[in-house]
T-cell receptor
Framework: GQQLNQSPQSMFIQEGEDVSMNCTSS?????WLWYKQEPGEGPVLLIA???AGELTSNGRLTAQFGITRKDSFLNISASIPSDVGIYFC??????????WGAGTKLIIKP | DAGVIQSPRHEVTEMGQEVTLRCKPI?????LFWYRQTMMRGLELLIY????????DSGMPEDRFSAKMPNASFSTLKIQPSEPRDSAVYFC??????????FGPGTRLTVT
């Protein structure tokens, strides 16, 4: 079963607001990945994190690999309508298998 | 560069029929993964190939499921016979050395 706790499950925000979501685990991970999935499509890799404490940006997205290696967060600044989708975190312990969070559904209120 | 290619994008079939899903990984990637996604169970890893060799098939639900990778640019996932509970979206993903995985658009399977 899943070992990552991703929160929140869903977010209803106004366009222009900042968004923050996170994943926590009782286990240590070597890599954290953040994906976005839109309806009818596969998950798209947004950001990959490889070192504890690492902070990486991709446009308006910023993600951090927690110091304890047991958590990660993703921030989206100044949200726009095309940010809508489901965001997944995934952790990698060193073998081939990714452990997935349950996803955060982002909905932007008109 | 082309991403992971999957076909068909949608498949509707009757219970008992054989279903074959196809995947072309990103050129140069040596790891290939088949996943199944449902609302109830999220993303589940079915099978993992490395250099065309199946390394872990512990996620394959039953003997009705089989997967092959005859060469570095092609893989199939077969369900025979299909059942309604197999209805899901099936994703293929590829990576270099199993780290960052890149997903295809998926095949939405409906078994009636």
């Amino acid at each position: 079963g899943q070992q990552l706790n991703q929160s929140p499950q869903s977010m209803f925000i106004q366009e222009g607001e900042d968004v923050s979501m996170n994943c926590t685990s009782s286990s240590i991970f070597n890599t954290w990945l953040w994906y976005k999935q839109e309806p009818g499509e596969g998950p798209v890799l947004l950001i990959a994190l490889y070192k504890a404490g690492e902070l990486t940006s991709n446009g308006r997205l910023t993600a951090q690999f927690g110091i304890t290696r047991k958590d990660s967060f993703l921030n989206i600044s100044a949200s726009i309508p095309s940010d809508v989708g489901i965001y997944f975190c995934a952790g990698f312990k060193g073998n081939y298998q990714l452990i997935w969070g349950a996803g955060t559904k982002l909905i932007i209120k008109p | 560069d082309a991403g992971v290619i999957q076909s068909p994008r949608h498949e509707v079939t009757e219970m008992g029929q054989e279903v074959t899903l196809r995947c072309k990984p990103i050129s140069g990637h040596n790891s290939l993964f088949w996943y199944r996604q449902t609302m109830m169970r999220g993303l589940e890893l079915l099978i993992y190939f490395n250099n065309n060799v199946p390394i872990d098939d512990s996620g394959m639900p039953e003997d009705r499921f089989s997967a092959k990778m005859p060469n570095a640019s092609f893989s199939t996932l077969k369900i025979q016979p299909s059942e309604p509970r197999d209805s899901a979206v099936y994703f293929c993903a590829s990576s270099l050395e199993g780290n960052e995985q890149y997903f295809g658009p998926g095949t939405r399977l409906t078994v009636t």
